[in-house]
């Protein structure tokens, strides 16, 4: 049997359980966390399902950044200094990768206060996820209100990729399958991901 | 080991290494079946990875969209009558799925190329794919065009759910465990998901 569920039902949801539906939409996604650094030097992580692929030629990725109508120190960060990382993480830390989520202050880094370590190189400016096995490092290139709602695309360019290097196939596949990162359906479930099959570019065929 | 690569390396690799490798830096994703009808009434089908969760009140949700220097036809038809809809589908249809992205012509509906029936309701003008468990429809919203490389983000509003009954959870939640559907990395990689655990709301620990 099949629910029909309309917009005004949406509206008319107590706000917890829309929010646990309309989260779940969009499927699983890996979850990444993205480190940032404070003007006053504080190492900021934050876990981000809302990773997009913008392109490949220039490289560029986004996050998609809520509201910023509360303190937000990832986008206060990435204006301030220009640069973000995003670091995949294992599937056996997705508790320490949740906890990120809590609402620390400005001077409390989430480094410390879940258990990563911080690394930096001299290309970017923001702190990588030391065991990271794939980390990406990124320069703010374009700021995009979405008006319906005050989200926020932050674009980035991708200056720095670190990773693994047994994880870069011969035709530049990354074996995420190896990896077994983490991925999280909305907020709060968190999966794991088994490979089925490499596909071959699809054709018509006639 | 770790392998260190930076924008000039990337600018420098060959083309088909370059998309490889940037279209795998974001993970894995649940992939959905974009419906779409077209002006002359030709049901479109097409594999999207790049979905966003724009916010859950009012309920909004983005498909990144290519750029569209040559023929689209999920744009043109989002264009020309306001509607999508957005298709989860088993794991075990990935084969299928992934055929939608071939390029066939205007008149060839995915549909029947591909082997999915489609469904219609008196709420969104677009095709619905008969048998996905979770179908969501939208009605555009917002078209946001990125700057940076001209992709183009696609906003709308949820106007219709449709989900097996037994999939919504008392809070609200979409058990996806039971549905396994597709997940993809890149653009040709496809994953199915395991799910580990859920985790509360995180607080800071003091």
């Known amino acids: ?33 993205v480190g940032t650094r404070g003007a006053d030097g504080t190492n900021n992580l934050a ?8 392109g490949a030629n220039p490289a560029m990725m986004g996050i998609l950044h809520r509201p910023v109508s509360v303190e937000k120190h990832t986008y206060e960060n990435i204006l301030a200094n220009g640069f973000f990382t995003l670091n995949h993480v294992a599937a056996d ?14 001077s409390q880094s989430e480094f410390e206060q879940c258990g990563f370590e911080p690394a930096f190189t001299n290309t970017v400016l923001a702190p990588y996820v030391k065991d990271s096995p794939l980390k990406i490092g990124l320069k703010i290139a374009e700021i995009i209100p979405i008006k319906s709602n005050g989200t926020i695309l932050l674009v980035g360019s991708v200056e720095e990729i670190i990773v693994q290097a047994d994880l ?11 990896l077994k990162t983490i991925l999280v359906h909305g907020l709060e479930t968190y999966y794991k991901a088994e490979k089925m099959e490499r596909l071959p570019y699809a054709k018509v065929n006639n």
């Not at 830390?93 to 400005?106: E, G, L, N, P, V």
């Not at 870069?168 to 995420?176: M, V």
């Open 168 to 178: 870069i196939e011969a035709a530049g596949f990354i074996d995420l399958n190896k």
């Open 93 to 106: 830390k997705f508790k320490a990768a949740h906890q990120t989520s809590a609402s620390y202050s400005r």
């Open 1 to 33: 049997m099949e629910n029909h569920i309309y917009a005004a039902d949406i509206a008319s949801f107590e706000k917890q359980y829309r929010t646990n539906l309309i989260n779940g939409l969009g499927g699983i996604k890996s979850a990444l966390l």
């Open 47 to 54: 876990i981000f399902s809302q990773i997009v692929h913008i």
